[in-house]
């Protein structure tokens, strides 16, 4: 399995912006991975944010639809997770995640956790009200 880090959490005030990224420990090329993004507050369950498949159709949670953007620089074998107009329901662990094609290119299971077999170890990101 890939091995996923995660960076750029980070502490923000309401109404900022925050830009995480996520790549494999050894660069593997993301291209043929769906990738996602997930948000664990405390005491809650992790909950799908954001995902891209293998064609490039993206999938939003409706709380953050409009505000996040997911997106992959595959020159840079990274993905990112935009975050603008950040509100403290957007404080919580974040997770990327990777899953192969033939599992998770249905939009309609993007957020889904069990379409994804490797997971970051997760950035944390606070936003002050």
């Known amino acids: 399995q890939m091995q996923l880090v995660e960076s750029g959490g980070g502490s923000v005030q309401t109404g900022g912006s925050l830009r995480l990224s996520c790549a494999d420990s050894r660069n ?4 043929d991975y769906c990738m996602g993004w997930f948000r664990q507050a405390s005491g809650k369950e992790r ?20 505000r996040f ?18 509100n403290s329901e957007d404080t919580a662990m974040y ?11 249905s939009v309609t ?4 956790e069990y379409v994804y077999s490797s997971w970051g170890q997760g950035t944390q990101v606070t936003v002050s009200s």
């Open 28 to 31: 593997t090329s993301l291209i």
């Open 47 to 66: 909950q799908g944010v954001a995902a891209v498949n293998t064609y490039g159709s993206t999938t939003y949670a409706d709380s953050v639809k409009g």
């Open 69 to 86: 953007t997911i997106s992959k620089a595959n020159a840079k074998n990274t993905l990112y997770l935009q975050m603008n107009s950040l």
């Open 95 to 105: 997770y990327c995640a990777a899953g192969l094609s033939n599992r998770c290119n």
């Open 109 to 112: 299971r993007s957020l889904t």
